[in-house]
Structure formats: structure tokens, C-alpha cells
Nanobody
Framework: DVQLVESGGGSVQAGGSLRLSCTAS????????LGWFRQAPGKEREGVAA???????RYGDSVKGRFTISKDNAKNTLYLQIGNLNLEDTAMYYC?????????????????WGQGTQVTVS
């Protein structure tokens, strides 16, 4: 099975930056999507960024220009560089993986999820 482990969260002041990492035991298939999602208390899960096996990326409107998703295939690791943080970025951040190229920012299309890493902006 695919196992995902996030790291890199923490507490940061507004305007600061963090890099989140997600290490996978393996990628689901030769064609796949990897995504970052976040959920703040009392709010629905939000798609932040996604990248597929071809390298195509998608971003949620609230993070465009501030967040960058990337992956290192040799390390089976997904990254999310988050910058110019504001209070609204406070949330639990999850990485997810799916078969195929269509998942994008649709959380329902993802079949494998990590446990999450907390980002708190003050």
C-alpha cells in the first residue's frame, strides 16, 4: 500500500515561509497525482496544490503566487514551499496521492492520505 508521511510544519510569524515535505513509500502507479490539502478548524478541506506524474501543476486561488509544489522522484518526496504566510494559512496540511492524472484539487479523487502536519501563523 502507499503510505505518506508529512513533515515540516510549525509555528511561523506572518510574512514568513515554510517548506513542507511528504515522503511516500512508493507512488501509486506510473501515472499519478500528488496533492496538498489543508483544513482549518470549522472549515471544509481545501485543495492547495497538485502535481501529476507529467509535472503539470495546479494551485488553489488563495495560494497562487505564494505556494510552490514540486517533487523529487528519486526520493519519492513531494514538497510544498509556502511563502508570505498570513493568518488564514493556519491549518492542518495533508498530502495525498491518487492513480491517474485527473485528480487535481478534487479531494474526493484521492485514495491515499497522510496524517497531516500543522502550520500555525501568528
Amino acid at each position: 500500500d502507499v503510505q505518506l508521511v508529512e513533515s515540516g510544519g510549525g509555528s511561523v510569524q506572518a510574512g514568513g515561509s515554510l517548506r513542507l515535505s511528504c515522503t511516500a513509500s512508493r507512488y501509486p502507479t506510473s501515472s499519478y497525482c500528488l496533492g496538498w490539502f489543508r483544513q482549518a478548524p470549522g472549515k471544509e478541506r481545501e485543495g492547495v496544490a497538485a502535481i501529476d506524474s507529467d509535472g503539470s501543476t495546479r494551485y488553489g486561488d488563495s495560494v497562487k503566487g505564494r505556494f510552490t509544489i514540486s517533487k523529487d522522484n528519486a526520493k519519492n518526496t513531494l514538497y510544498l514551499q509556502i511563502g508570505n504566510l498570513n493568518l488564514e494559512d493556519t491549518a492542518m496540511y495533508y498530502c495525498a496521492a491518487s492513480n491517474g492524472l485527473e485528480a487535481g484539487l478534487n479531494s474526493n479523487a484521492y485514495t491515499h492520505w497522510g496524517q497531516g502536519t500543522q502550520v500555525t501563523v501568528s
